[in-house]
């Protein structure tokens, strides 16, 4: 007999989720955690998307650990001296349902772990899975474990993060390859609650927050940062791709370095002082290099199944794991009314992922890793956005004004791109955001 219906391995976000929606449902399952607590084991350096907890956890923004709320947000584009901003900032966002936070991950996800053992689910915390349990039929049926012996389940819900070595042992994930995976490095640093407020244009005394993500800025490697505000604290990092960091032979904490050194950033950070370092990889192959999610007693969620949306404008996660957490619930749920463990009788999970936005958006911007990531992108457009802009704003009387298009063409020439480029990139573009 089995010791849990089912046992759900990573109590972060996914996990959690999925932990408690099968506790709502009636049946025993047991949430395992490798770390002495949920979330102590996640680095983050992003803002969590909430609107997926309203139906989970109604009115959730009253109770879960939040720092700010996100009411600016900018994207900005770098070069060795100059910075092209879009700043954008709504008062919508700065009152229920709310549209994005900042939180610390040890703070959230122990809290959402939380929720699932109100719910009824055992946690099982400083425990590792290190392997399958098959049963005499060949289907999953438990996870071995370094503390608590074999653990027997109906199904296995694989949460363990973007390296997930149960879903490589499973054979779901034949295509694995560091390509499909970039490095995010981050600092903490401390500033008092009133001077971060100042610095990001913030209204005092609240609680909204500004998160600012950025293209350019990372020595050459594809990649990306971001700055963004807790209560008391600035979060800056970057998010590297993992070849281009080994070629460079540059240290992620030099990228962070070169960020805070910059003109456009140093006034945001000057005088803080650093509290935390932290790195993580991130899934951010998107649609095309996600494994299988289905196996015989085996489903694959969150990170481990790739589900990370890492797309220029949209740079979201938690709440795809949220998403992908709960479509695993509802399928184990069928799939144990039924008495059917087999991949046949779990295939509903990719159903339900492909019927809902997890794998909808995921499908949409399946072009977005290539573009984003593209010299392109990283260098060339932003070069030639920030000189033109520098050209139009310079005033170089006596000599007359040129025009927008004037200066453009001349810059277009100079930068040695091919206008094919530029419409292939185009065409990307408006499939991906349009």
Same mark, same amino acid.
């Given at each position: 007999?089995?010791?849990?219906?089912?046992?759900?391995?990573?109590?972060?976000?996914?996990?959690?989720?999925?932990?408690?929606?099968?506790?709502?449902?009636? @049946?025993?399952?047991?949430?395992?955690?490798?770390?002495?607590?949920?979330?102590?084991?996640?680095?983050?350096?992003?803002? #969590?998307?909430?609107?997926?907890?309203?139906?989970?956890?109604?009115?959730?923004?009253? @109770?879960?650990?939040?720092?700010?709320?996100?009411?600016?947000?900018?994207?900005?584009?770098?070069?060795?001296?100059?910075?092209?901003?879009?700043?954008?900032?709504?008062?919508?966002?700065?009152?229920?349902?709310?549209?994005?936070?900042?939180?610390?991950?040890?703070? /959230?996800?122990?809290?959402?772990?939380?929720?699932?053992?109100?719910?009824?689910?055992?946690?099982?915390?400083?425990?590792?899975?290190?392997?399958?349990?098959?049963?005499?039929?060949?289907?999953?049926?438990?996870?071995?474990?370094?503390?608590?012996?074999?653990?027997?389940?109906?199904?296995?819900?694989?949460?363990?993060?973007?390296?997930?070595?149960?879903?490589?042992?499973?054979?779901?994930?034949?295509?694995?390859?560091?390509?499909?995976?970039?490095?995010?490095?981050?600092?903490?640093?401390?500033?008092?609650?009133?001077?971060?407020?100042?610095?990001?244009?913030?209204?005092?005394?609240?609680?909204?927050?500004?998160?600012?993500?950025?293209?350019?800025?990372?020595?050459?490697?594809?990649?990306?940062?971001?700055?963004?505000?807790?209560?008391?604290?600035?979060? #800056?990092?970057?998010?590297?791709?993992?070849?281009?960091?080994?070629?460079?032979?540059?240290?992620?904490?030099?990228?962070?370095?070169?960020?805070?050194?910059?003109?456009?950033?140093?006034?945001?950070?000057?005088?803080?002082?650093?509290?935390?370092?932290?790195?993580?990889?991130?899934?951010?192959?998107?649609?095309?290099?996600?494994?299988?999610?289905?196996?015989?007693?085996?489903?694959?969620?969150?990170?481990?199944?790739?589900?990370?949306?890492?797309?220029?404008?949209?740079?979201?996660?938690?709440?795809?794991?949220?998403?992908?957490?709960?479509?695993?619930?509802?399928?184990?749920?069928?799939?144990?009314?039924?008495?059917? /463990?087999?991949?046949?009788?779990?295939?509903?999970?990719?159903?339900?992922?492909?019927?809902?936005?997890?794998?909808?958006?995921?499908?949409?911007?399946?072009?977005?890793?290539?573009?984003?990531?593209?010299?392109?992108?990283?260098?060339?457009?932003?070069?030639?956005?920030?000189?033109?802009?520098?050209?139009?704003?310079?005033?170089?009387?006596?000599?007359?004004?040129?025009?927008?298009?004037?200066?453009?063409?001349?810059?277009?020439?100079?930068?040695?791109?091919? #206008?094919?480029?530029?419409?292939?990139?185009?065409?990307?573009?408006?499939?991906?955001?349009?």
């Amino acid at each position: 007999m089995p010791d849990f219906e089912v046992v759900v391995v990573g109590a972060g976000p996914a996990g959690s989720i999925a932990a408690l929606s099968l506790a709502r449902l009636g @049946h025993s399952v047991c949430l395992l955690e490798r770390g002495p607590f949920p979330g102590s084991k996640n680095v983050y350096g992003g803002v #969590i998307y909430g609107r997926i907890l309203d139906e989970l956890i109604p009115h959730w923004w009253e @109770h879960a650990p939040v720092q700010r709320w996100i009411t600016r947000r900018g994207t900005m584009l770098l070069t060795d001296h100059q910075s092209l901003c879009i700043d954008y900032r709504s008062t919508a966002w700065a009152q229920a349902p709310y549209n994005g936070a900042t939180a610390y991950r040890p703070d /959230f996800d122990k809290w959402l772990a939380d929720e699932a053992v109100k719910a009824g689910a055992t946690l099982v915390s400083s425990t590792t899975a290190t392997g399958l349990v098959r049963t005499n039929r060949g289907l999953v049926g438990g996870v071995k474990t370094d503390r608590e012996g074999d653990l027997m389940a109906n199904v296995v819900i694989a949460c363990d993060g973007v390296n997930s070595f149960l879903a490589k042992e499973a054979g779901l994930y034949p295509n694995f390859s560091k390509d499909h995976l970039t490095l995010g490095v981050k600092e903490v640093l401390a500033l008092p609650r009133q001077e971060i407020e100042a610095r990001f244009g913030i209204r005092s005394g609240t609680n909204e927050g500004a998160d600012l993500e950025i293209v350019g800025g990372t020595q050459g490697i594809a990649g990306g940062g971001f700055v963004y505000t807790n209560l008391d604290t600035i979060s #800056i990092g970057a998010v590297l791709s993992l070849g281009g960091l080994s070629a460079s032979k540059v240290r992620p904490e030099e990228v962070i370095a070169g960020l805070k050194a910059h003109p456009s950033l140093a006034p945001l950070v000057d005088g803080a002082e650093l509290k935390e370092y932290s790195a993580h990889l991130i899934p951010e192959g998107g649609f095309d290099a996600m494994p299988e999610v289905v196996g015989d007693g085996l489903l694959v969620a969150g990170d481990a199944a790739g589900l990370c949306l890492a797309a220029g404008l949209w740079l979201e996660g938690v709440n795809y794991a949220i998403g992908s957490g709960k479509c695993a619930a509802d399928a184990v749920h069928e799939a144990i009314a039924k008495g059917n /463990f087999s991949k046949a009788g779990l295939v509903s999970y990719k159903d339900r992922l492909e019927a809902t936005f997890v794998l909808r958006n995921h499908r949409k911007t399946r072009k977005a890793a290539h573009l984003l990531l593209s010299d392109r992108l990283q260098n060339r457009y932003p070069q030639i956005a920030c000189d033109l802009l520098e050209q139009l704003y310079t005033v170089e009387d006596p000599l007359p004004k040129r025009g927008a298009l004037t200066i453009g063409r001349a810059l277009w020439k100079g930068s040695g791109l091919r #206008i094919r480029h530029a419409l292939r990139d185009g065409r990307d573009a408006l499939k991906i955001y349009g």
